[in-house]
Nanobody, 126 residues
Framework: QVQLVESGGGLVQAGGSLRLSCVAS????????MSWFRQAPGKERDFVAA???????YYADSVKGRFTISRDNAKNTVYLQMNSLKPEDTAVYYC????????????????????WGQGTQVTVSS
């Protein structure tokens, strides 16, 4: 069983920064793709960022240049550094991983992820 626990959300003014963390347990961490998705009220869960086991990163166009995904395999943790936050970034942010190990890529499709954390709320005020 894979467990993912997010933390680091909160309330921040537009232009500010937050760093989200996701700690994984239950299996070997380093070879598995990790990702962040977000869901605003009344909207579907959308891709934000993903990172492969060897550190190849992928971003949604809406966050490119503002957000950075990284991982620390020794700590079984993936991070999402969010800078220049906008009110449109307000959402519940979810960490996700896949059943299958693949070190060199990370998909961006929601349907290709199998395990999800509980989510952490990010609210950006104007």
């Amino acid at each position: 069983q894979v467990q993912l626990v997010e933390s680091g959300g909160g309330l921040v003014q537009a232009g500010g920064s937050l760093r989200l963390s996701c700690v994984a347990s239950g299996r070997t961490f380093s070879r598995y793709a990790m990702s962040w998705f977000r869901q605003a009220p009344g909207k579907e869960r959308d891709f934000v960022a993903a990172i492969s086991g060897i550190g190849n990163a992928y971003y949604a166009d809406s966050v490119k240049g503002r957000f950075t995904i990284s991982r620390d395999n020794a700590k079984n943790t993936v991070y999402l550094q969010m800078n220049s936050l906008k009110p449109e970034d307000t959402a519940v942010y979810y960490c996700a991983t896949r059943k299958g190990a693949n070190s060199d890529y990370a998909p961006t499709l929601r349907s290709l992820y199998d395990y999800w954390g509980q989510g952490t709320q990010v609210t950006v005020s104007s």
